[in-house]
């Protein structure tokens, strides 16, 4: 909020404030995501963002149209999430629960999504990993991790070989793409 919009920008202004929540917006990695999300997220999908912190990949997902749950360890997380939310509105749109993603027993078995966002370090992916797989979701959107032998544990980590890779400054984003008409039902 303390930075005005960029009229110039051929993207959507987004207001975060993360409180003490993590992500402002400011780090490669979201810059990333946030261009794959413009390429894989639109109207009516059902979205998940396991990590989401301030809410800003949520957020972004929202004001493309999307309905979204943030999952986020961290209690600091649902209420920043919700006014960043409100702020930007999408308030409506965007759902948070507090929780362990590794574990996600709280997403029901017929809570399907089509998008799945991951930001997070290597060794958070290696530990939520399974339960990411237990989504089943059609795309999933991954970063947080290094150019380089990162990129490819990653890759092995979610079983799949990446669709997509955008990097900025050693980072790297990975899209894996099954495509929405295989998503099991």
């Not at 990993?129 to 237990?134: G, I, L, Q, T, Y």
Request: without cysteine.
């Amino acid at each position: 909020p303390w930075i005005g919009p960029d009229s110039s920008s051929r993207f959507i202004d987004l207001v975060i404030d993360p409180g003490h929540a993590f992500g402002s917006g400011s780090h490669p990695t979201t810059r990333l995501m946030l261009t794959a999300l413009a390429e894989h997220v639109g109207p009516g999908d059902r979205v998940v963002d396991l990590g989401t912190g301030s809410g800003i990949l949520a957020i972004a997902a929202a004001r493309l149209g999307a309905d979204v749950l943030g999952i986020d360890l961290d209690p600091a997380a649902a209420p920043a999430v919700q006014t960043n939310a409100t702020a930007n509105g999408v308030g409506e749109r965007v759902d948070v629960r507090i929780g362990d993603i590794s574990d996600i027993s709280d997403i029901s078995d017929d809570e399907r999504f089509d998008v799945a966002l991951l930001n997070v370090t290597i060794d958070i992916h290696e530990s939520v990993a399974p339960a990411v797989e237990r989504l089943d979701v059609p795309v999933l959107i991954v970063a947080g991790i290094l150019d380089g032998e990162q990129a490819e544990r990653a890759a092995r980590l979610h079983g799949q070989s990446p669709t997509e890779r955008l990097s900025e400054d050693g980072w790297v984003a990975l899209v894996f793409d099954r495509g929405r008409g295989d998503a099991a039902t």
